[in-house]
Each structure stands twice: as structure tokens, then as C-alpha cells.
């Protein structure tokens, strides 16, 4: 059946007013024809629209409606940091991008036992002191050594 010139405008006016949140493919598929159509009806038409909003589940900011995480690009980023504490100077600190994911993938293969590191220097300075620890034990462990044989040379010679 074959609409008349104007018509349509006025449908689109009466399925608006009828819910102010339908949406343009909506009423479409109501009067069967393009989502386009009914955008350039309601443009011309000066009829208030309601449309429904979403919010950010972070924050609560304004977002997109087709958006698919349902979170602003913020609060997204913050979602996938990943915290942490360092092993040498306790300040705790968050990573994100790949090296989130990949902290995150380490935790999960060697679990919550692993030392974690701020940065390049602080993993440095635990490394040199653990190295030093090492060559300070080697070394007390050869005096310890020299100390016991020359006691029981000393004792043995009495």
C-alpha cells in the first residue's frame, strides 16, 4: 500500500510521541522503510527525542550506546593495569599495556611467590646486593674455613 506525500512524516511523529526512546531501525521496521528515512523525517520534524544513554561503570561518565565494554577509555585502562608492590623499595605501582598482561601471565605461571620490580633500577640494585651477599658468604666462608684448619693445627699441637 502506497503512502501519500507527508504521511510518512506524520507516522514517524505519531510512533515518536507514542515512545520518545524508539529508535530510528525501529520505526523502520514499523513502516517499513530505511532507518535513513526516518533520520531525515525526524530531522526535518523538530520532535524531542529521549535517547537512552549509557553510562561509564567506572565512573559513571556519559558513553557511546554501541559501546561494548561498557566503560569509558579511562576507566577501560585502568581496568587492565595491573598493581603491584616492589620487592626492593615497597612502593607500590601500577603497569599497563603489554607489560600488564605480561606480569599478569608470569603471576599466573609461578604464582604469588615471585619478586616483582618498580623498574630496571630497582631490580638492578637487588640484584647487586644479592651478589654481594653471595661474595661476602663466599668470602667469610673461606676465612671460617682457614679459621677451623688453623684451630685444629693449633689444638693438635699442643
Known amino acids: 500500500m502506497k503512502q501519500r506525500k507527508g504521511q510518512t512524516a506524520k507516522r ?64 577501560l585502562r585502568r581496568s587492565y593495569a595491573y598493581r603491584l608492590t616492589c620487592y626492593q623499595c615497597g612502593n607500590e605501582s601500577e603497569v599497563t599495556g603489554r607489560e600488564a598482561t605480561q606480569r599478569r601471565y608470569r603471576k599466573a605461571v609461578y604464582g604469588d611467590d615471585i619478586q616483582e620490580f618498580c623498574n630496571a633500577s630497582c631490580a638492578g640494585r637487588y640484584k647487586a646486593n644479592q651478589a654481594w651477599d653471595r661474595r661476602r658468604a663466599k668470602r667469610l666462608g673461606n676465612r671460617q674455613e682457614k679459621i677451623k684448619k688453623n684451630w685444629k693445627e693449633f689444638s693438635n699441637g699442643k
Open 12 to 75: 514517524v511523529r505519531d510512533l515518536i510521541e507514542f515512545d520518545p526512546t524508539i529508535s530510528d531501525a525501529a520505526i523502520g521496521r514499523a513502516l517499513g522503510i530505511t532507518r535513513q528515512a526516518i533520520h531525515h523525517h525526524t530531522r526535518s520534524l523538530d520532535v524531542l527525542r529521549q535517547r537512552l544513554h549509557r553510562s561509564c561503570a567506572g565512573c559513571g561518565v556519559g558513553i557511546r550506546r554501541a559501546s561494548r565494554t561498557g566503560m569509558c577509555k579511562k576507566c
